[in-house]
């Protein structure tokens, strides 16, 4: 079965101190990758679609990169409003021969003023 | 535009006992998801339509969810009886079409615990 792994689990941040968020996934086949902004309370929001190694998608402080393996979420100078669960999320083929998402487990990021 | 209509927020029920939510698409939208979240978990899809019919309820204990969506708008989920393992966020969302590239929009999502 097709996984999806996010690491880390949470992660604190000062405002401005830059890190990324990674995520591994086991597909056959890789047909692109996800990026969606959750904030408590809310549903996830979508931030970014990768299709193939090598692509790159920026939005503000956050920038999405993809290699053969694993993608990461790399954030510039993080601000408080910053602070929400990242969740990546593959294509992946359902017992019915249906193309659906199947997420991670997400990553808490939490930026301290 | 208005987003995804979900409803109740919030629900608290007994174990055995029967809970149904309630989902408003955005206008236009064809595809209709219900996914279920369990805390620290990411969403996990029960099931899709296309319009009125389903594409894909393989992740779905029929043995005691269902779901309809009518005239391939409004749709319900259905939980009867309820365990505690379905204490979960139910989240719904849509999209203009059927597959994975099509963006989704999800709506705020209803809390249900089980006790």
């Known amino acids: 079965e097709d996984q999806v792994t996010q690491s880390p689990e949470a992660l604190r941040l000062q405002e401005g101190e830059s890190s990324s968020l990674n995520c591994s996934y086991t597909v056959s086949g890789l047909r692109g990758l996800f990026w969606y902004r959750q904030d408590p309370g809310k549903g996830p929001e979508f931030l970014f679609t990768?299709?193939?190694a090598g692509e790159e998608k920026e939005k503000e402080r956050l920038k999405a990169t993809l290699t053969k393996k694993e993608s990461f979420l790399h954030i510039t100078a993080p601000k408080p409003e910053d602070s929400a669960t990242y969740l990546c999320?593959?294509?992946?083929?359902?017992?019915?021969?249906?193309?659906?998402?199947?997420f991670g487990t997400g990553t808490r990021l939490t930026i301290i003023p | 535009e208005a987003g995804v209509a979900q409803s109740p927020r919030y629900k608290i029920i007994e174990k055995r006992q029967s809970v149904a939510f309630w989902c408003n698409p955005i206008?236009?939208?064809?595809?209709l998801y219900w996914y279920q979240q369990i805390l620290g978990q990411g969403p996990k899809l029960l099931i899709q339509f296309q319009n009125n019919g389903v594409v894909d309820d393989s992740q779905l204990p029929k043995d005691r969810f269902s779901a309809e969506r009518l005239k391939g708008v409004d749709s319900t989920l259905k939980i009867q009886p309820a365990k505690l393992e379905d204490s979960a966020v139910y989240l719904c969302a849509s999209s203009l079409g059927t597959g994975p590239y099509y963006e989704q929009y999800f709506g705020p999502g209803t809390r249900l615990t089980v006790t």
């Open positions: 206008s236009g939208h064809a595809t």
């Open positions: 999320a593959v294509p992946s083929i359902s017992n019915f021969g249906n193309e659906k998402l199947t």
């Open positions: 990768l299709y193939s």
